[in-house]
């Protein structure tokens, strides 16, 4: 039993992809990697997934590589590579690594990898949590070789700078309205 979904005909998907092997044929793979993340964008290919996986490997963005093969069912050392890339760029933190997936794959539900990754994401959401790298292995991968500390960013504890600026600027406009309603009361009451 294939972990797939079913896959959109070929037909629909073979315009985008054609254009894309016909970029890589003329040395613009970053124009064929645009090409296929757009068409990503509107529907599931599996086709056009495995050659965005291809082309961000070939250019050497292994991260990006491992996002996009892991909605699909390559395997090798290739993919076992990427997707490692792919875990370490976001510290194993779920929630990042379910919105790097290209929207269709995070759309389409029936791929036991990635609805794993989406209800650890859910869980970090509702949690509050980082599910960083205290969080068990997502199913079909190794665990990273080095266990990367969580940060104060990352496991939503301590004050965030947005927080405190909004307070400062809050504090000095309340200073200024009494300073302006004092200057005001002034002029209309002698005194």
């Known amino acids: 039993m294939s972990e797939e979904p079913q896959e959109q005909p070929a037909s629909q998907s073979s315009g985008a992809v054609q ?12 124009k064929a990697r645009e090409r296929l993340v757009g068409h990503l964008a509107a529907e599931y290919d ?22 996009a093969w892991f909605g699909t069912t390559r395997r090798g050392k290739d993919v076992d590579e990427s997707v490692e ?11 990042q690594m379910w919105s790097s997936l290209p929207r269709s794959v ?3 539900e029936g791929n036991k990898r990635v609805d794993a990754l ?25 665990r990273p070789g080095q266990a990367r500390a969580s940060s104060a ?25 009494v300073i302006g309603l004092v200057t005001v009361l002034g002029w209309l009451v002698p005194g």
């Open 19 to 30: 254009r894309a092997r016909a970029d890589l044929e003329a040395g613009r793979e970053w």
């Open 46 to 67: 599996a086709e056009a997934l495995e050659l965005l996986g291809e082309v961000s490997y070939a250019m050497r963005d292994l991260p990006a590589a491992g996002a």
């Open 85 to 95: 890339a792919w875990r370490e760029r976001h510290g194993d933190h779920f929630a």
């Open 106 to 108: 995070r759309e389409l």
């Open 118 to 142: 989406r209800r650890r994401a859910e869980q970090v959401g509702s949690s509050g949590g980082a599910g960083g790298a205290s969080s068990p292995a997502l199913p079909g991968q190794p």
């Open 153 to 177: 960013d990352d496991s939503g504890e301590g004050t965030d700078a947005a927080t405190v600026i909004a307070l400062a600027l809050g504090v000095l406009f309340v200073a200024c309205a």
